[in-house]
């Protein structure tokens, strides 16, 4: 059964500190590896999609990379309103629907 | 990115009652959507997938004499709540496949729905 599970659950960083949000998956065939941020009370909104190990993509402080078996989204001197749930998903081959881990909520302190 | 709606927002409801809640894709048609429903700090969990002119395949585990999905245009699908209860409360999403395959889906603001 694909799985997709992500570490840590929660992180508090303060602004300006750099870190790394994890995303392991075991994704039969992975055809897409996707972030999401959430934020309270409303829907995810895309970020990137990762379609092959060794491939990375940046979004202003964000940067998603992608290995055989994790992806990491790295954010760089964060800023307060970087805080949100962070969610990855893996898209398996022949599939249509979304696997999903269970977030990353994260807290930039000012 | 590609807009998806949902409406209402927010909606209460009486224990018993039936709640429906519409879900646009707003400038691209989408021949699939995805209803998800979301627990107070828990992920999405797929409810059905939602096919334009066909019938909607649930994921184990849901109801579908329950939760009942209309996907009648390339537009607009509905997800209908019946005989709603207490524990039906939460927060419900959908989402609009661009294309196919899978690999670009667009997600609505979700709606929150209270049974009371």
């Known amino acids: 059964e694909d799985q997709v599970t992500q570490s840590p659950e929660a992180l508090r960083l303060q602004e300006g500190e750099s870190s790394s949000l994890n995303c392991s998956y075991t994704v039969s065939g992975l055809r897409g590896l996707f972030w999401y941020r959430q934020d309270p009370g409303k829907g995810p909104e895309f970020l990137f999609t990762l379609y092959s190990a060794g491939e990375e993509k940046e979004k202003e402080r964000l940067k998603a990379t992608l290995t055989k078996k994790e992806s990491f989204l790295h954010i760089t001197a964060p800023k307060p309103e970087d805080s949100a749930t962070y969610l990855c998903?893996?898209?398996?081959?022949?599939?249509?629907?979304?696997?999903f881990g269970q977030g990353t909520r994260l807290t930039i302190n000012p | 990115g590609a807009v998806v709606s949902q409406h209402p927002s927010w909606v209460i409801c009486k224990s018993g009652t039936s709640v429906k809640i519409e879900c646009r894709s707003l400038d691209f048609q989408a021949t699939t959507m995805f209803w998800y429903r979301q627990f107070p700090k828990q992920s999405l969990m797929l409810m059905a997938t939602s096919n334009e002119g066909s019938k909607a395949t649930y994921e184990q585990g849901v109801e579908k004499d329950k939760f009942l999905i209309n996907h009648a245009s390339l537009t607009l699908s509905t997800l209908t709540v019946t005989s709603a209860h207490p524990e039906d409360s939460s927060f419900y999403i959908c989402s609009g496949e661009v294309g196919t395959g899978g690999d670009e889906q667009y997600f609505g603001p979700g709606t929150r729905l209270t049974v009371t």
């Open positions: 998903a893996g898209l398996g081959q022949g599939a249509q629907k979304l696997v």
